[in-house]
C-alpha cells in the first residue's frame, strides 16, 4: 500500500525569504506519480506541482520547485521568494492508480 | 466550464438523518472521484468513477454511503443515518484521459456538520 508523510505539522517563513516543506513516501510501484496541492483557508485545493516519477529532472513551477530523490524516497517542495499569499496548508500526495494519497499536511504561515 | 462544483457548500443535520451531496466535475472529465477530509488532515480516499461504473471503494466507505453517477456526468454521495463522526469535509474532484488521469481538479467541497 502507498503512504505519504509529512513530517512538519507547521512552517513559517519570512516574506521574500525561501522555505523547504518535507515528504516522503513508499511504494512498490515504478509507476507513479508525485504533487504537492495547496489549499488556502476555506479555499479549494489547487494543484501547485507535480513529479512523474519516471523523469529525473526535478520539476518547476515559477517560484515552486521540488527535490525528487527516487532511491530515498523523498520529495521536498521548495517555495522561493515566499508571498503573502503563500500561506495555506500544503499537502504531498502521490498515485499510480488515479486515486491520490495524501500526506497529513504542512501549515504554511508567511510573515510580513 | 469554470471547474468542479458542489452543492450544498454547507450541510447541518441532525444525527440519524440522510444526507445527499452532489458533484459537477468538468465537461469531459470522465473519472470521477470523492474524497473525506477532517480538520487539520489531509483528503482520504472514499470511491471514484470512470464514466457510470464506480471502480473502486475505500473500506472507509461504510454500508451507510452510497454513491451513484448514472448517466457518466454528475454524482451523488449519500450518507444514511449520518452519525457525529461523519461530521467532515467532502471533497469532489474529476480528471481527464487527456492527462493521463494524473491530474485531478478538486471542487470546493461540501461541510457536513451533524449534530
Known amino acids: 500500500a502507498q503512504t505519504v508523510t509529512q513530517s512538519q505539522p507547521e512552517m513559517s517563513v519570512q516574506e521574500a525569504e525561501t522555505v523547504t516543506l518535507s515528504c516522503t513516501y513508499d511504494t512498490s510501484e515504478s509507476d507513479y506519480y508525485l504533487f504537492w496541492y495547496k489549499q488556502p483557508p476555506s479555499r479549494q485545493m489547487i494543484l501547485v506541482i507535480r513529479?512523474?516519477?519516471?523523469?529525473?529532472q526535478n520539476a518547476t513551477e515559477n517560484r515552486f520547485s521540488v527535490n525528487f530523490q527516487k532511491a530515498a524516497k523523498s520529495f521536498s517542495l521548495k517555495i522561493s521568494d515566499s508571498q503573502l499569499g503563500d500561506a495555506a496548508m500544503y499537502f504531498c500526495?502521490?498515485?499510480?492508480?488515479?486515486?491520490?494519497?495524501f500526506g497529513q499536511g504542512t501549515t504554511l504561515q508567511v510573515k510580513p | 466550464d469554470t471547474g468542479v462544483s458542489q452543492n450544498p457548500r454547507h450541510k447541518i443535520t441532525k444525527r440519524g438523518q440522510n444526507v445527499t451531496f452532489r458533484c459537477d466535475p468538468i465537461?469531459?472529465?470522465?473519472?470521477l472521484y470523492w474524497y473525506r477530509q477532517t480538520l487539520g488532515q489531509g483528503p482520504e480516499f472514499l470511491t471514484y468513477?470512470?464514466?457510470?461504473?464506480?471502480?473502486?471503494k475505500s473500506r472507509l466507505l461504510s454500508d451507510r454511503f452510497s454513491a451513484e453517477r448514472p448517466k457518466g456526468s454528475f454524482s451523488t454521495l449519500e450518507i444514511q443515518r449520518t452519525e457525529q463522526g461523519d461530521s467532515a469535509m467532502y471533497l469532489c474532484a474529476s480528471s481527464s484521459p487527456w492527462e493521463g488521469y494524473n491530474e485531478q481538479f478538486f471542487g470546493p467541497g461540501t461541510r457536513l456538520t451533524v449534530l
Open positions: 500526495a502521490s498515485t499510480n492508480t488515479g486515486k491520490l494519497i
Open positions: 513529479q512523474e516519477a519516471y523523469k529525473q
Open positions: 468513477f470512470q464514466n457510470e461504473a464506480q471502480l473502486e
Open positions: 465537461s469531459e472529465h470522465n473519472r
